[in-house]
């Protein structure tokens, strides 16, 4: 029996039972004005190729070899189809992702970022709330991990489109859903989650402190942030603030040494602030691919020193951190 689409009821079920009433209803109000008609225009063409996705009678839903893989009986028609189906969702960012025989080689290779980000949190029995989550990738690693709930926030309609196509395939009572809102949902948000992830989204904040806030209120007491973001190399006084643009990208305000980092966890009121991580991204992990063909990394730095970015900015470097609530 295939799932209907954006079908979020049973997280607002859950949510009531927890005696989670205010934000149950302000999600479920956000959420049908963020998908209501004339929202965005591609919704009808995406909503209609999702009615056209095949009906499998066994999908299966797994890890296979880093990408998250559905598997299950189709015709080799079927198989076609799909193909053409997916490729009306372009860009495929993060990933990889396969369905059936159809790989999709996404533009990050996510499952990099997940071998850096699987030891820092034990998800087991965990709720996790993952803030600027992209299609909902790292939420099916976490599901494989042992989380109990996923719910991940992205504003993004694409991405959400991308979440339900996988989900359409997904067993009725998988807890894993995809709200398209931003962290603003937070702010009424009830301490309820045991981890909080944010990768990739501290730098577009125009208020990193505000982000922060936001995740640390919807953490338990004693919950883990997990947080991963642009940094730059010096000291405690550190942050780069870019004149114009940074590798191209026209919504990026703050980007913080890791000693500032960690200054701004502190002040936020977080404990126990731990660098896991840091890495230099390379184009082994960020490229165009055929299922994401605009310009990618290796356009985005100095043809002539890859160690800057195109505008002369120190080139994307990653911390990933975690602290406590
Ligand atoms: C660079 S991507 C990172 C995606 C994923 N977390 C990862 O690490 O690969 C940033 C994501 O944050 C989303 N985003 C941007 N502003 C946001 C906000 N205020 N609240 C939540 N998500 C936001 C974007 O739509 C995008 O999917």
């Given amino acids: 029996m295939p799932r209907s689409l954006f079908d979020t009821q049973p997280l607002y079920d859950l949510l009531e039972q927890q005696q989670h009433h205010h934000w149950a209803t302000q999600l479920r109000q956000l959420t049908q004005a963020a998908i209501a008609p004339g929202r965005d225009g591609h919704l009808p063409l995406w909503t ?7 009906d499998c009678p066994d999908p299966v839903i797994r890890i296979d070899d880093g990408a998250v893989a559905v598997d299950g009986t189709l015709s080799a028609d079927q198989e076609s189809r799909l193909h053409s189906l997916l490729k009306v969702l372009h860009p495929w960012r993060k990933g990889p992702f396969r ?19 699987a030891p820092a949190a034990d998800f087991r029995g965990r709720k996790v709330v993952d803030v600027g989550c992209g299609n909902g990738y790292y939420g099916w690693r976490m599901l494989d991990a042992g989380a109990s709930l996923v719910v991940g926030f992205d504003p993004f309609l694409l991405y ?5 196509f996988l989900r359409r395939y997904a067993p009725e009572n998988t807890p894993h859903f995809l709200l398209p809102l931003s962290d603003q949902a937070l702010q009424t948000a009830p301490a309820c989650f045991d981890v909080a992830v944010s990768m990739g989204v501290l730098y577009h904040r125009s208020s990193p402190i505000e982000h922060l806030q936001l995740l640390w209120n919807a953490l338990k ?9 642009l940094v730059v190399e010096g000291g405690p006084d550190t942050v780069l603030v870019p004149p114009g643009r940074y590798a191209k990208m ?3 305000w703050f980007i913080p040494s890791v000693e500032l980092l960690i200054r701004w966890l502190l002040r936020t009121g977080f404990r126990n602030p731990r660098l896991l991580d840091l890495s230099v991204t390379t184009t082994a992990e960020q490229r165009s691919t055929p299922w994401m063909t605009f310009e990618s990394l290796p356009d985005f730095l100095d043809p002539h020193d890859p160690s800057r970015t ?16």
């Fill in 221 to 229: 007491p004693a919950g883990q942030l997990v947080l991963e973001t």
């Fill in 250 to 252: 026209r919504n990026v």
């Fill in 160 to 164: 959400l489109m991308q979440f339900e």
């Fill in 48 to 54: 209609d190729t999702w009615l056209q996705l095949p």
């Fill in 99 to 117: 369905f059936f025989n159809t790989e999709i080689d996404t533009e990050w290779r996510s499952c990099l970022k997940w071998d850096r980000l």
């Fill in 310 to 325: 195109i505008e002369g900015c120190p080139a994307p470097r990653r911390a990933l951190l975690t602290a406590t609530r």
